[in-house]
């Protein structure tokens, strides 16, 4: 069972009242399977990395966000801050409604 929920979103931009997207669904897959996070099968909508799992909404062809379930602490909290570093996604904490940038 997940300790904790997050979603992952594109950078915020000032100068666009519309939502950030991540990227298309192959970049946003591409993208991540540089860290170890991919789905089970293929276009399958969950995917799963070092002590995570991660849902894409079903069908998007542009993604806007992912839930992020968080299931080992230690281990996806590395992996999450990499990604984000790397991308300039942004996590938010569903439980203090907090924007998590690295």
């Given at each position: 069972?997940?300790?904790?929920?997050?979603?992952?979103?594109?950078?915020?931009?000032?100068?666009?009242?519309?939502?950030?997207?991540?990227?298309?669904?192959?970049?946003?897959?591409?993208?991540?399977?540089?860290?170890?996070?991919?789905?089970?099968?293929?276009?399958?909508?969950?995917?799963?990395?070092?002590?995570?799992?991660?849902?894409?909404?079903?069908?998007?062809?542009?993604?806007?966000?992912?839930?992020?379930?968080?299931?080992?602490e230690d281990?996806?909290?590395?992996?999450?801050?990499?990604?984000?570093?790397?991308?300039?996604?942004?996590?938010?904490?569903?439980?203090?409604?907090?924007?998590?940038?690295?």
């Amino acid at each position: 069972m997940a300790k904790r929920q997050l979603v992952m979103t594109g950078p915020a931009t000032a100068d666009s009242d519309e939502a950030p997207t991540l990227g298309s669904r192959r970049e946003v897959l591409a993208a991540l399977a540089k860290f170890n996070t991919a789905p089970d099968v293929p276009d399958g909508e969950f995917l799963y990395g070092p002590g995570l799992t991660m849902q894409v909404p079903p069908g998007a062809d542009d993604v806007s966000q992912l839930l992020v379930a968080v299931i080992e602490e230690d281990m996806a909290w590395s992996v999450l801050t990499r990604i984000c570093q790397n991308t300039h996604w942004q996590l938010l904490d569903l439980e203090s409604g907090r924007s998590l940038s690295f």
